[in-house]
């Protein structure tokens, strides 16, 4: 499996014309899969997780698209995934803190509501 790279994802975005003169933020959402259950706290052994890449690249594109945004990045993993593992890399670049902090927010929602199912097998 290739490593999730948020150095590599910053670093690709910085070679890019116009970055200078127009970014002066890069937010990063590095999800992973956690040890424990988000509903009841027991331990989880793997995750199941799906990911729709068509509706991931066609929000990236939207979001892309929103004011003071430069770039937007992403990157899933699908497949059985164990505690620890990168799940999701978000990257957005932009003007203001005000855009990017909203646009990253707005993009991860969307994309883990969208975008992503997921089963967990947890330790009864």
Avoid: C, W
């Amino acid at each position: 499996m290739k490593p999730i790279s948020a150095d590599a994802a910053i670093a690709a975005i910085k070679q890019e014309p116009g970055f200078t003169e127009n970014v002066g933020m890069i937010l990063v959402h590095n999800g992973v899969v956690r040890a424990t259950s988000r509903k009841d706290t027991r331990a989880v052994t793997a995750v199941d997780i799906s990911v729709d890449l068509d509706r991931v690249e066609a929000l990236r594109q939207e979001f892309e698209k929103y004011p003071g945004i430069f770039r937007v990045h992403a990157e899933a993993r699908s497949g059985t995934l164990v505690p620890g593992d990168d799940v999701l890399l978000l990257v957005v670049a932009g003007d203001i803190r005000e855009n990017v902090k909203a646009a990253l927010a707005e993009f991860l929602d969307r994309v883990k509501s969208e975008a992503v199912s997921k089963v967990e097998h947890l330790v009864d």
